[in-house]
């Protein structure tokens, strides 16, 4: 800053001093130069003044060649100071005649032109010399110039004073004057340097008087207008950016409370899919927890999860099963390991009828062959939409609980019968000394061995019921279901309680039962023995007992009601729970083991029926229950019956041999021995699968099939029989546990065909069959040729 | 008319002796005890009884290997079971056998030859 400032002052003062000096110099040298000239012209005049002079008087000289005169006309010149020298030439130029009053020089030689000639120290000057027109000669003349010379030099040194002088003044001119220039252009500097120094454009720089108006005073007006455009820039600037500054707040505000929003909805969502991942957690929890077999398959019976429960039951991982068909992996076989075909899976029923299905008593194989009895239940799946999405199935290994089950069965049946044979002596001793035939026994020992009988027969009902209501329940004994005429079992079990209703003098009414039914009759009978032999022990003398019943859409209803004292409302229901007694006292009096109402239940319940007890009116107790009715024809009589038969009819053949199908082997030992007496070869088989192939490979003269094997269904066997053209005409006898309706026997009659039910023949009437079966064949035979 | 001749076959000796004593005094027959299945079917064979009171449950050889063994030796002697067996499926079972009759244990020591008399239909 400090140099600029003395920089631009330098230059201006240089500048001013530069000019200055410039001036003087030539001021100077032109005085210089115009005395100098002066001085020469003067002495030029003096000198043509004084050579015209000298020529016309020395004319005559030369002309007469009289040297003297010409001596004495240059001679002439010594007052002349300033002349050093001076001659005369002739026409030849040759000197005449001299005038040379300082030895130091002497005239030139020769001449020269005429004219002047400024030499060192002298001027020196030819002149002409004529007469009358003529030239004769030269003149020469030579003036000192030495004072001229000092004279100019005293010049120069006055003209060298006055620049010195000049100079010093315009120095100090230049100093005072530059201050308006310089000053505010300092001035513009420094305010430029601190407007870029403190980027300020408020600053303005000062303008001096002096400058108004001029190119200085203009430039900082214009410097001054400039900042104050830059500065108001600047605010429009600061102002724009405050604006822009309130706009990004009120944008990024908006965007804070988008984005907050977009945070609590983020945490919504996180929350929520936390919230399913903790159910997908406590699912998945209580899927590996479960200790019952869970696993889930879709719409095509294809496995789509398996819990770890009933992976280890299945001996299988769900990775296994992966794009398998579940029946065909685990449910394949049943128990004799005949295959199930997947039509008729029961597990696939849910996915199918889109119905929730359960199976107590099933079967689940393991890959290494092995498999374990299981309850089951399977549900549908239905995704959000309410279609069906698949299929989850529960199951239970119930390997234990069979255990269980058997050894409870077995300890019942054991003791049951181990409890009967001591009982049997007992009982046997007291009947026969309370008769009296052993002697006669005193009144009150007579009394005593009443007591004693009536209550071993008491005991012995019990263990019966007991024993009855346990094979009930735990299903051993399959229901002999068959077609059951409503009127035939009520009048049976009437019959069986007649003479106990006449010692009891109580009238037993049965009203019309139109229906028939799909039961087991003995069952049935033994449910109402049970109920009328109550409503019997609990009526007083000369009360009627009324039996009576109702078809409905799909099951009967049979009622038995009494007049007797009735039932508390409270134990209605309850009395049919094992040992209920209404009154304690009723189980001493009356007799009963207290399982009566609980067998019946049991049975009831095993038929899919209801049981119920209800208030009768005016008085006693009302006892329903329902048995399901027979859809299709009503009962037909046994085929045995219409038969017409001779057991002596003669066998016309030769090794007659008869193929027995019967998964009861003693009953077929006997049958085989029974057939054996009578001359017959026998085979046996207890399933039906082999059946078919003894008889392909065979050919017996008859087949003995019982319709409930353990492999394949009756049915099916005789279908598959009947499809052999060698077999179509082998006469068959259905020998069934339970008698075979016509419909059933008309779908079993593909070829001759006879049915014995087996409680309704002994073994001496299965020989007679068999007989008459092989008699008739052989006469069918015999008639054969004929009537083709 | 010579009294009618029962074989009771039974390991329980105490049941042997009331059916005896039961069957003597209600009806006058000549009753002869076994108490093993071999040993009435030799008596049986021997003796040819009118009748056989045969028990379900023995060891070694038990009422229907008894039956059958009879029946092998062609005995035609009828069979009724006296057996503490009464579910309607061993009845069902022992039926078929070819036997006459069951009676269930215990028995009514007064009826037991009534019984006997119905099922062999003797008048």
């Known amino acids: ?788 | 008319m010579p009294p009618k001749q029962i074989l009771i076959i039974d390991d329980e000796n105490d049941i042997q002796e009331v059916a005896r004593l039961s069957l003597q005094l209600t009806e006058q027959w000549d009753v002869m005890s076994a108490n093993s299945g071999a040993a009435g079917t030799l008596l049986a064979l021997s003796e040819g009884p009118d009748a056989i009171l045969l028990d379900v449950m023995m060891p070694d050889m038990d009422g229907p290997s008894t039956l059958r063994v009879l029946q092998q030796q062609g005995v035609r002697i009828p069979v009724i079971f006296l057996t503490a067996k009464v579910q309607p499926a061993d009845r069902q079972k022992f039926m078929q056998l070819g036997v006459r009759g069951i009676i269930p244990k215990p028995f009514d020591p007064l009826t037991l030859g009534q019984q006997i008399r119905e099922m062999l239909a003797w008048g």
Request: with cysteine.
């Open chain 1, 1 to 788: 800053m400090t140099k600029r400032k003395h920089s631009i002052r330098r230059k201006l003062t240089r500048i001013i001093m530069m000019t200055s000096t410039a001036a003087v110099l030539l001021a100077t040298l032109g005085f210089i130069g115009s005395g100098a000239l002066k001085f020469r012209t003067r002495l030029v005049n003096d000198l043509t003044t004084i050579g015209s002079v000298i020529a016309s008087n020395s004319t005559t000289a030369l002309v007469s060649r009289d040297r003297h005169t010409a001596d004495h006309v240059l001679t002439a010149l010594h007052n002349k100071l300033s002349i050093v020298a001076a001659g005369i030439y002739d026409d030849r130029g040759k000197p005449f005649a001299r005038y040379e009053p300082h030895l130091e020089f002497s005239i030139p030689p020769v001449t020269r032109p005429d004219g002047f000639y400024d030499e060192n120290d002298r001027l020196e000057v030819f002149f002409p010399i004529r007469h009358e027109g003529v030239r004769v000669g030269t003149l020469f003349i030579a003036a000192d110039t030495r004072d001229r010379n000092a004279r100019l030099l005293q010049y120069l040194e006055i003209a060298t004073g006055i620049v010195l002088l000049s100079l010093l003044a315009a120095y100090g001119l230049a100093a005072w004057l530059q201050h308006g220039i310089s000053e505010p252009i300092v001035e513009l500097a420094r305010v430029a340097a601190l407007v870029s120094k403190d980027k300020s454009f408020s600053v303005r720089a000062s303008l001096s008087r002096l400058n108004v108006g001029d190119e200085i005073g203009n430039l900082i007006i214009g410097f001054n207008t400039m900042l104050a455009e830059l500065e108001e820039r600047d605010r429009k600037l600061v102002l724009h950016q405050t604006q822009l500054v309130t706009t990004v707040a009120q944008r990024t505000a908006e965007l804070t409370a988008a984005n907050e929003e977009l945070l609590a909805a983020k945490h919504a969502a996180e929350k929520a899919a936390a919230i399913n991942a903790q159910l997908a957690r406590e699912s998945a929890l209580i899927l590996n927890s479960a200790t019952d077999g869970i696993f889930g398959v879709d719409l095509e019976g294809e496995p789509s999860f398996l819990n770890p429960a009933g992976a280890r039951m299945l001996g299988r991982s769900l990775a296994e099963l992966r794009g398998r068909s579940m029946h065909q992996l685990i449910h394949h076989s049943d128990a004799s390991g005949n295959p199930l075909p997947e039509e008729n899976c029961s597990m696939g029923l849910a996915l199918r009828r889109g119905e929730s299905v359960a199976d107590a008593d099933d079967l689940f194989w393991r890959p290494d062959g092995t498999s374990f009895p299981v309850e089951y239940s399977t549900t549908p799946m239905f995704d959000e939409e309410g279609n069906k999405a698949g299929a989850v199935l529960i199951f239970r290994d119930i390997t234990d609980r069979r255990a269980i089950e058997k050894l409870k069965s077995e300890f019942v049946s054991t003791v049951s019968h181990e409890l009967r044979t001591p009982l049997t002596s007992i009982r046997g001793a007291l009947g026969l000394l309370g008769s009296g035939l052993l002697g006669p026994v005193a009144e009150k020992g007579q009394r005593m061995l009443e007591i004693a009988v009536s209550n071993t027969d008491r005991l012995v009902r019990l263990i019966n019921d007991i024993l009855d209501l346990e094979r009930i329940e735990s299903g051993k004994v399959e229901l002999t279901r068959g077609l059951i005429d409503a009127q035939s079992v009520v009048n049976q079990a009437r019959e069986g309680l007649q003479s106990i209703a006449d010692q009891e003098g109580i009238r037993i009414v049965v009203e019309p039962h139109i229906g028939t039914l799909w039961g087991d009759s003995d069952r049935v009978i033994q449910t109402l023995t049970n109920l009328i032999g109550n409503a019997i022990k609990f009526s007083p003398a000369n009360t009627t007992v009324t039996l009576s019943g109702t078809a409905g859409a799909t099951e009967f209803t049979f009622c038995v009601a009494d007049q007797g004292r009735g039932i508390p409302e409270e134990n209605l229901s309850s009395v049919f729970q094992r040992f209920s007694q209404v009154d304690a006292s009723d189980s001493r009096t009356r007799g009963g083991s207290g399982l009566g109402l609980a067998i019946c239940q049991s049975i009831v319940t095993a038929h899919g029926g209801r049981i119920w007890a209800e208030k009768n009116e005016p008085a006693g107790t009302r006892v329903q229950f329902t048995i399901p009715l027979e859809i299709g024809e009503p009962v037909s009589q046994p085929a045995g019956d219409s038969a017409v038969l001779h057991p002596a009819t003669p066998i016309d053949r030769d090794d007659p041999s008869v193929l027995i199908v019967e998964d009861d082997s003693d009953l077929a030992r006997v049958m085989s021995e029974a057939l054996q007496r009578r001359g017959l070869q026998t085979l046996h088989t207890t399933c039906g699968n082999e059946a078919l192939t003894i008889c392909t490979a065979q050919r017996p003269s008859l087949i003995v099939l019982d319709l409930g094997l353990p492999d394949l269904d009756g049915f099916r066997v005789v279908c598959e029989l009947r499809k052999n053209p060698a077999i179509e005409n082998v006469p068959l006898l259905v020998y069934s546990a339970r008698d075979v309706g016509s419909a059933d026997q008309s779908r079993l009659r593909l070829g001759p065909t006879e049915f014995l039910t087996k409680s309704r023949g002994t073994i001496a009437d299965f020989e007679s069959f068999v007989l008459s079966l092989l008699a008739a064949a052989t006469t069918r035979t015999k008639d054969e040729p004929h009537a083709a």
